[in-house]
């Protein structure tokens, strides 16, 4: 795996599964340089340090930290929790009641479970209207009369809720639900778009660098304000996802000091695990309180943070 992540390269299976926990690797090179150092083995304490000085190195955020300079427009809260097929939405309504973001991307939000849940919480939108209502401005907070859906079953499903106005904008063609919106947020364009590709399965790999692809491309592309945020099925030791931090997104839990706490799977983490479900933003934003929920019946936790539109550069 080292190896692999020096040569900036996914490999394939099983090393592209194993790199999601690279970080991990740390844990036998310090034991095993405590052994050399214990037993005073001179090239065994030689190679161990030298082990455990790359993956340090390798461990360190990836890509830009810098903040803007520009003075800021606005403020809003984003929440990005994958609901497991729609099983843990009744405890993910529960966290946005308590935490009241302003944006919430929901990747596995099977059509007929999760959509149900969310209209009985928030309303339903093709039957008050409020799918229609473009121009009515943002809902208070805690409300979400604006959504873009991609309607299906199983994993494929997956929704945007706003309290921002919120019309459709082209979405990308993946295997599972990515919907896509220009948000109006407080008079300031901001796009939006969820990111759930493929899972690196083993006889799937190919899929997902392949749709990971289309995300880096998405983002290279997509001039202004952006919000790239969703189960990404990838983590910043996959070079998949690190060619996406170098179009200039920057992944906002790194931004706030939480590159590595796992977000998957959620059984076992935040002891064990990795972080595979993200926030990124272009330059124009800055992040600040970047943290993890847990949610109940779904092997995701929940990731909010705040996020300060600035002015363009």
Known sequence: MLICRAANTD???????????????????????FL???????????WAALTTGVLAWFLQPYGTTAEPTT?????????????????GTPSLIARIHETKPDVVFIPECEEARCTRELNRAFGNPAADG???RTAAGPGAK????????????????????????????????????MPSATADVDGNPVRLQLAHPMPPLPGQVDVWKRELARIRTFAAATPGPLILAGDFNASE??????????????????LDGDTHT????????????????HVLVSGEFSAADAHFLDIAHTDHRALVVDLTLHSGQ
């Not at 050399?36 to 030689?46: D, F, I, K, S, V």
């Open 11 to 33: 490999a394939v299976t099983p090393l592209t599964q194993l790199l999601a926990f690279f970080p991990w690797l740390l844990a036998p090179a310090a034991l095993a340089l």
């Open 36 to 46: 050399a150092l214990y037993a005073r083995w001179r090239p065994g304490m030689a």
């Open 71 to 87: 003075p800021p427009l606005t403020t809003l809260r984003v929440l990005t929790s994958n609901v497991e097929f729609g099983y």
């Open 130 to 132: 409020t799918a229609d």
């Open 142 to 177: 805690g409300t979400y009369p604006y959504r873009q859906t991609v309607a299906s079953y199983g994993s494929a499903g997956s929704v945007i809720l706003s309290r921002f106005p919120l019309p459709p904008a082209p979405t990308l063609p993946p295997q599972m639900g």
């Open 237 to 254: 030791d996959h070079a998949a996802f690190r060619r996406i931090l170098n179009t200039g997104l920057r992944d906002t839990a790194a």
């Open 262 to 277: 796992p977000s998957w799977p959620s059984r076992t983490a935040p002891p064990f695990g990795t972080q595979i479900d």
